[in-house]
């Protein structure tokens, strides 16, 4: 039971760096200008794979 206890601490851990990392990275876009963060620059992906096809 320790070691799933240690696993899902860790596992945690991992989560809560990468949850900081989306806010930050959605907060630089925005600065820059794109105006909904990450969901805008998911769509500006989408359409140059969409051209690109």
């Known amino acids: 039971m320790e070691i799933l206890e240690k696993k899902i601490a ?3 851990f991992v989560n809560d ?3 900081s990392e ?3 990275i959605d907060d ?3 600065k ?3 105006e909904g963060g990450l969901a805008t620059i998911k769509c500006v992906a989408e359409e140059v ?3 690109g096809s």
């Open 28 to 30: 630089l876009l925005k």
């Open 49 to 51: 794979i969409e051209e």
């Open 32 to 34: 820059i200008g794109f």
């Open 10 to 12: 860790y596992l945690e």
């Open 22 to 24: 989306i806010v930050y």
């Open 17 to 19: 760096q990468l949850s």
